[in-house]
């Protein structure tokens, strides 16, 4: 009879120490998604240390003519968009080909530089977004979407997946928003963020790979094409 007790003592408790660890877990889940965009980008160590490990970067990608052709008396450029990683220059992270009207080409590119107390190591740091791409009969907000607004660049997957899912999602929901807000970036330590426009006129045979200049611009450097 002791025995049975005993068992059954030991029994409640395994089932109450796994309840406890459950709603430990369920806890820990709504704080994470409980948290606030002012939480995360005041508080949060996790993404200080993420933007910490940005690195200088020169180069963002890179554009080429596939083809162009007369169309109803119009001149229309095929191009090919390639979005490069950030630790090499070779690896395609992105890749698309638009179409578009004429031969110059404008492409669109969002930078967020982030301030000195935003970041662990004193140092300031930059994201740079590629936004859109248009030509010049085209309105900009009638360019063609190159990253997607609000969503998480592939060239920084790897340094925000310390954060959880959720708290990625918010971030780069809200950073293509705090650009109107300069209230916001000054309490957040959120330098500028601004638009980059950089256009040129495209022709077969060359690259135009965009570089990075000391101030954060961005830049074509033309090459041939190998």
Request: charged content about 25%; proline content about 3%.
């Amino acid at each position: 009879m002791a025995d049975r007790q005993k068992k059954a003592r030991l029994f409640i408790y395994i089932i109450v120490a796994l309840c406890l660890v459950i709603l430990a877990y369920l806890a820990r889940g709504l704080y994470y998604g409980a948290v606030t965009v002012h939480e995360l980008l005041a508080e949060n160590k996790r993404l200080k240390q993420a933007i910490t490990n940005l690195t200088a970067e020169e180069q963002i990608g890179y554009a080429k003519v596939i083809a162009q052709e007369i169309k109803d008396g119009q001149l229309f450029t095929t191009i090919r968009f390639v979005e490069t990683a950030r630790d090499d220059k070779l690896k395609k992270i992105l890749e698309k080909e638009y179409v578009i009207a004429g031969d110059v080409i404008h492409f669109d590119a969002l930078i967020v530089k982030f301030g000195d107390k935003m970041v662990m190591d004193g140092k300031a740091k930059a994201l740079y977004l590629w936004r859109r791409v248009y030509g010049e009969k085209m309105a900009p907000e009638r360019g063609f979407a190159i990253e997607e607004p609000g969503a998480e660049p592939k060239r920084y997957s790897d340094l925000f997946k310390v954060l959880p899912v959720k708290q990625r999602e918010l971030f780069w929901s809200n950073i293509w928003l705090l650009a109107n807000d300069p209230g916001k970036l000054k309490a957040y330590d959120i330098e500028a963020i601004y638009g980059n426009v950089v256009y040129s006129r495209l022709q077969k045979g060359l690259i135009y790979v965009f570089k990075i200049s000391a101030t954060g611009q961005v830049f074509p450097e033309i090459v041939p094409d190998m």
